[in-house]
């Protein structure tokens, strides 16, 4: 019996429905519950994700770890733009937002191997999540990039840095500066993930794949996983100057008029007129 077809365990994660949690044999399935905001993260998402890593990571007898979106249309839109307005994902008093990072996911470094299910579009915050997941399976109709230049800000998350170190650097910064989408295909071309199916087949293409790992020693996987991340007591040294850089830029973007701008602009559904400050 492969893992996918396995009676699955319900977890009781973080008990506020905006993330489920699935324990299917040795793997444990994430998933972002907010389809009707395009599984867009809010601090709700933000804690049950990072709890059901900080789970998996505990539990002896999760081996590997899935995330996807609920429904047929978003994987994640990025940041719910009500919920960051309201200063609900960087005015968080609880420290582990903030070692976590952006969905409780880009900054939260297991041993345990992570995958990607991108079962929609993955703009912006999805690609981020992409970008951090060990491998990635996406549906044929996926398209992943940083859009966020379109709208007066930048790809915070770890996409700026990130991108260029898992696809070719020149094909990054075309996707960084210009803001456009790399569809399904491509991103298989590219590398950035490990397989495009059709919809219909990606919990079982992502379970397969999880499987393939799960025939391995746990112990050895895990090892393995931090040796090539580079990952030191759940961080990774090498990327602090990264994400050093990516805040202090970020917030003097923010500031800015044309931030302004491009946010109402996106509201507005109007084109921006940049002042260049």
């Known amino acids: 019996m492969s893992s996918y077809t396995e009676p699955g365990t319900f977890i009781d994660i973080a008990g506020n429905g905006a993330v489920t949690a699935d324990q299917r044999g040795h793997v444990l399935l994430v998933t972002i519950n907010r389809p009707e905001a395009r599984n867009a993260v809010n601090l709700d998402v933000t804690f049950g994700i990072g709890e ?28 719910d733009l009500k919920a960051a307005a309201r200063g609900e994902l960087t005015d968080v008093a609880d420290p582990r937002a903030a070692r976590w990072g952006f ?92 397989k495009v199916v059709p919809a219909e087949s990606l919990l079982e293409e992502a379970f397969a794949l999880a499987d393939r790992i799960l025939v391995n020693a746990p112990l050895a996987v895990q090892s393995a996983k931090r040796i090539a991340q580079g990952i030191d007591e759940q961080a ?23 931030s302004t701008e491009g946010m109402r602009a996106f509201a507005e559904k109007r084109a921006p007129v940049w002042q260049g400050k």
């Open 103 to 194: 969905a409780g996911y880009v900054a939260h470094h297991i041993s345990k191997p992570t995958i990607a299910a991108v079962n929609g579009f993955a703009l912006g915050g999805g690609t981020e999540l992409t970008l951090a997941s060990d491998l990635a399976v996406a549906v044929d109709t996926a398209s992943f990039g940083l859009p966020e230049v379109k709208r007066g800000i930048v790809a915070g998350a770890g996409g700026a840095f990130r991108l260029p170190r898992q696809i070719p650097r020149k094909v990054a910064m075309e996707a960084i500066l210009t803001g456009d989408p790399i569809p399904a295909q491509r991103a298989l071309e590219l590398g950035l993930v490990n």
């Open 236 to 258: 990774v040294p090498a990327e602090a100057d990264d994400w050093a850089r990516s805040a202090r830029d970020a917030a003097g973007i923010m500031s800015s008029e044309d």
């Open 52 to 79: 059901a890593l900080d789970h998996a990571e505990a539990d002896h007898t999760v081996w590997a770890v899935i995330i996807t979106g609920a429904g047929d249309k978003a994987f994640c839109a990025g940041a």
